[in-house]
């Protein structure tokens, strides 16, 4: 058998074929199923982002609907993911919490039919419908409060901040944080996505996958580096002390966070998008001290390391958008995983479709034949 070279982070190496997203990393590309995001982020919603995705192709008006109805009537969450929730520590991390909610799923629809198109079907409901309601609710319950019932009348954005704030939402601001969701619904074979398609390659449940990749989602230099920017953001405090900063961070080394990509050399294009979605919050509600931070930010580290293609990445302006609309920082991640969902499932129907147990090897590099020492010789 060819042995590949061994390369750290699996970088430059092909883990599958697939025709969900593509990314062209020096020219600033990104598409799915062959759209380009800008023209997704302009003219779809998420839910019809997320069934092109997942199904390959734009839905029909009929197709549409029923699809909206369906993610609709699953939005509630049983009691006793509630009551599991509610157990909950109220200082643990909310994707934690949402790992384990999403695990739990699989508790009560655990049935395996992964041949069976209808069931399919019904787990990319029920997690894109069910998600955003656990991420709600666990916010709620943390502060002491019962989590509020889906409404039926409004769609999938409104109806995400109606259950985290009680209120409904300002249609702008609910239109803004849609095109966040699209914007972070799918970027090819990231970390968590990679992890989802191991699980799914065992044939486990859906539920399982979603979690697996939930958990890989979580880390700072994946999914959890939006919230890292915004504790940045603030210690800078001034427009005045980002230079400094910045320099200073750069010359000991440290990753600032919100900044480079392995497969981008330009800067992300879903940066650009989200700066201008938080200029144009700025403008209808009010400007934001920590934008004209995060500028000058952006413009040290663009002349400092602009040179190793190192630019703003998604996760730089998402936090602005996301403080702006009243987000606290901490469900940043969780809901930079409620849109990814709808990425995962559609490597996971990928992954369904060829499936071959992920089992690599390793480069072996410790000893051989070494002897057993009883434990009173060992010092
Ligand atoms: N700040 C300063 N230097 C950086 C940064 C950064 N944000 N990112 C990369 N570098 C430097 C790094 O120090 C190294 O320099 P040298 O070759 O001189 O040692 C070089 O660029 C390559 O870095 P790397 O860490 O080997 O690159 P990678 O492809 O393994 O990592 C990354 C990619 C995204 C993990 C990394 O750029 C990073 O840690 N960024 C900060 C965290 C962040 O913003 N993550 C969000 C990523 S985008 C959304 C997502 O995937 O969830």
């Known amino acids: ?109 655990s049935r395996r039919a992964l041949d069976n198109p209808e069931y399919i079907r019904e787990a990319v409901v029920r997690l894109l419908a069910k998600i955003p309601t656990m991420v709600a609710a666990f916010q709620l319950m943390r502060n002491g409060n019962d989590p509020v019932q889906p409404r039926d009348d409004l769609d999938y954005s409104s109806n995400f901040l109606y259950m985290l704030t009680e209120q409904e939402p300002d249609p702008f601001a609910a239109q803004v944080f849609d095109v966040c969701l699209t914007l972070h619904a799918e970027h090819t074979i990231n970390a968590s996505t990679f992890s989802a398609m191991v699980t799914a390659s065992t044939l486990t449940d859906p539920y399982a996958v979603i979690a697996s990749a939930v958990g890989t989602l979580a880390g700072p230099l994946h999914g959890g580096a939006n919230e890292e920017v915004i504790a940045m953001l603030d210690e800078i405090g001034s427009v005045e002390n980002a230079r400094p900063f910045i320099e200073s961070a750069i010359a000991q080394k440290q990753k600032i966070m919100g900044f480079g990509h392995r497969v981008y050399t330009v800067k992300d294009p879903r940066a650009t998008i989200l700066q201008n979605l938080a200029e144009q919050l700025f403008e209808k509600n009010g400007s934001d001290p920590y934008y004209d931070i995060a500028v000058e930010v952006e413009k040290v580290v663009e002349e400092k390391l602009g040179h190793k293609g190192i630019y703003a990445n998604v996760d730089f302006y998402s936090g602005l958008v996301y403080r702006h609309l009243g987000i606290p920082t901490d469900l940043f991640t969780p809901i930079f995983a409620i849109a990814r969902v709808a990425g995962w499932l559609a490597h996971w129907k990928e992954q369904l479709a060829v499936n071959r147990i992920f089992r690599p090897t390793q480069e072996y590099v410790g000893n051989h034949g070494v002897s057993y020492l009883p434990i009173e010789k060992r010092s």
């Not at 800008?38 to 029923?66: D, H, M, Q, R, V």
């Not at 369906?70 to 006793?80: L, M, Q």
């Open 1 to 109: 058998m060819a042995v590949c070279e061994y390369k750290p982070g699996l970088e430059g190496i092909p883990a599958t074929r697939s025709e969900v997203s593509y990314v062209d990393g020096s020219q600033g590309l990104l598409e799915y199923r062959g759209i380009r995001i800008e023209e997704l982020a302009a003219k779809s919603n998420f839910l019809e982002t997320a069934y092109l995705l997942i199904w390959g192709e734009l839905p029909s008006k009929t197709e549409l609907e029923k699809f909206q109805d369906e993610v609709r009537y699953h939005r509630r969450i049983k009691y006793r993911i509630r009551d599991m929730m509610k157990c909950f520590p109220e200082t643990g991390h909310p994707m934690d919490a949402l790992q384990a909610s999403a695990a739990a799923l699989g508790l009560f629809y």
